[in-house]
């Protein structure tokens, strides 16, 4: 089952007073279905708004192209001033990757809305940072020299060509610039100190740019340690503290828990302690939940627990609760965009789901409950995994069992999301047999919305087949190699998982019955027997380790 894609725009307009303006402009981006607008920032002294939303990489594209259009006919760049560098009516559009997307296909993205940008609307377009192949011209600053006034006569140079589009100057809406960043993490760390001195000099000792430093009279740069951060200290007067402000630019480089932990040590060695941390603004799932597994390895204890734990180690170990309350729901962008209705059955209780179940209604029904007990199956996999690499006298074998249980925690929360994916498909196959079918043309949209339906239904258990046998290795491995007190969970996971192969198997066949690409159905069902006799076979093999374990 495909994780979904998602992406970060931050484009900056050049209209940061006239509301009006602003307004029209994040009205086109929300008129784009399946985009989440999450911030829009008006600066009235730099006459600049820098807007942020997200969503799947090309609903993202789309939006980005409305409202750079939209910008190009409400703002004119021959009557702008502010205080900020600029040199377009949308003066910069970075794409960044924020799940389950490479940079290198974001890169490709930024590519391919530059080049409509140029050709459908022609405006000037450059291409900078990762989407940009010219090192020589890919830094924001470098392009942007000269701003708005001076790029008549710049963008005349051979060497300053645009990307994309009319290599004339657009008095009106002027040239933008369009690229791939990392996402950046703004992150202030707390100090137990009042003075900015101390904060800056612990600053100049973590970022990048360093300081300047006399050796054997002459001033010479000396870097800080931290590669891709920027930073500053200063005194918060609303806290009564001083803070370390980094800019992380590159978080692949030097992730958040890195940036404090590297703090905390430099802070030390000038007599200061770190009191807490506070994050300004969102921040990527995968940056908390790195930073949980780090402080878990430190203490070496297993990293294979729930997301919701690794987050909590994360607020915990590096004090992002000290100032203000830290609401992951309001503050990681996955959770921000998160479906509801995806997750419906998961956010029941286990009475709730009992009654979903016992209803009148056919869905929730057998696939369903074939996902839920896959994941039951593998939670105790973890749960010995977890148990084993804690043990007393087994300290030398807490990564080995680390590693199981991270691997069962993936294939838990895979096969829990499937839990709603097949009652989700069961209504898709409801909803297609709904359609009109009065005309031949309705008869062939309805024929083919079933039979895509059909096909869904049965790629679900299908996935769940797949998930559940594959958990069934790493149950086996528990039963041999983990806590043998807890060997007993071990067997009772192994049954919980070969129920589920059993259980989705059904469901494919039903839905199989309704499908008229025999080919394809010949296949899976083959594929689904194999799956199925490799989920018996691992049963007797687990149940007799469990057994003779057992002794009685």
């Not at 939006?63 to 703002?75: P, S």
């Not at 470098?142 to 140079?157: D, H, Q």
């Not at 430093?213 to 001033?219: A, F, L, Q, R, T």
Request: glycine share 6%; aromatic share 6%; with cysteine.
């Amino acid at each position: 089952m495909n994780k979904k894609q998602l992406i970060e725009c931050v484009p900056n307009f050049s209209e940061g007073r006239d509301l009006s303006i602003i307004k029209q402009i994040t009205d086109e981006i929300e008129s784009v279905e399946g985009v989440r607008l999450l911030n829009v920032d008006p600066g009235k002294a730099t006459n600049r708004t820098v807007v942020t939303f997200v969503g799947e990489p090309e609903a993202v594209c789309e939006a980005a192209f409305r409202a750079i259009k939209k910008a190009g006919e409400l703002i004119d760049m021959r009557k702008h001033k502010g205080e900020h560098p600029r040199m377009g009516a949308t003066d910069v559009c970075p794409l960044v990757p924020i799940s389950n997307i490479s940079m290198e296909e974001t890169a490709a993205y930024a590519v391919k809305l530059a080049k409509r940008v140029g050709e459908e609307l022609q405006i000037p377009v450059y291409l900078y940072e990762e989407a940009q192949p010219d090192k020589s011209r890919s830094n924001l600053s470098v392009i942007r020299a000269g701003e708005y006034e001076g790029f008549f006569e710049k963008i005349k140079l051979p060497e300053w060509k645009p990307d994309f589009g009319p290599d004339t100057m657009d008095a009106k809406r002027g040239a933008t610039v369009i690229g791939a960043r990392d996402f950046l993490i703004a992150f202030n760390v707390n100090l137990n100190t009042t003075s900015t001195r101390r904060a800056n000099a612990i600053a100049f000792d973590v970022r990048e740019a360093g300081r300047m430093v006399e050796e054997n009279g002459i001033k010479v740069n000396k870097p800080g340690s931290l590669k891709a951060v920027k930073a500053i200290g200063w005194y918060i007067e609303e806290y009564g503290i001083a803070q370390i402000s980094m800019n992380l630019t590159n978080i692949r480089i030097t992730p958040l828990h890195i940036a404090f932990d590297e703090v905390c040590r430099k802070a030390e060695a000038r007599g200061v302690r770190v009191t807490g941390s506070e994050l300004v603004g969102l921040v990527p799932l995968k940056a908390l939940t790195d930073a949980g597994k780090y402080f878990l390895r430190k203490q070496k204890r297993s990293t294979g627990v729930p997301e919701k734990e690794l987050i909590r180690i994360a607020i915990k170990s590096m004090g992002l609760d000290e100032l203000a309350p830290f609401k992951p729901e309001e503050r990681i962008i996955e959770y921000l965009l998160e479906n509801k209705e995806e997750k419906k059955l998961l956010r029941r209780t286990l009475e709730d789901f009992s009654h979903d179940l016992a209803s009148e209604s056919p869905a929730p029904g057998g696939g369903s409950v074939s996902a839920y007990v896959g994941a039951l199956g593998v939670a105790l996999a973890a749960m010995v995994a977890n148990l084993s690499s804690h043990k007393r006298g087994w300290d030398d074998r807490w990564e080995e069992f680390s590693e199981y249980a991270e691997k069962a925690e993936q294939l838990k929360s895979e096969l829990l999301l499937l839990v709603d994916a097949d009652t989700a498909a069961f209504h898709g196959v409801m909803q297609a047999m709904s359609l009109p079918k009065k005309t031949d043309e309705e008869k062939q949209i309805r024929h083919e919305a079933i039979r895509e339906a059909t096909r869904k239904a049965m790629e679900v258990p299908f996935r769940i087949m797949e998930l559940a046998t594959e958990s069934m290795e790493l149950i086996k491995a528990m039963a041999e190699t983990g806590n043998p007190n807890s060997v007993s969970d071990a067997g009772v996971g192994a049954l919980c998982a070969r129920t589920a192969v059993a259980g989705a198997f059904l469901n494919v066949r039903i839905n199989a019955t309704g499908y008229d690409d025999k080919e394809y159905i010949n296949k899976l069902l083959a594929q689904c027997q194999d799956l199925l006799q490799k989920a018996e076979s691992l049963e007797k093999e687990i149940l007799k380790i469990v057994n003779e374990k057992i002794g009685i």
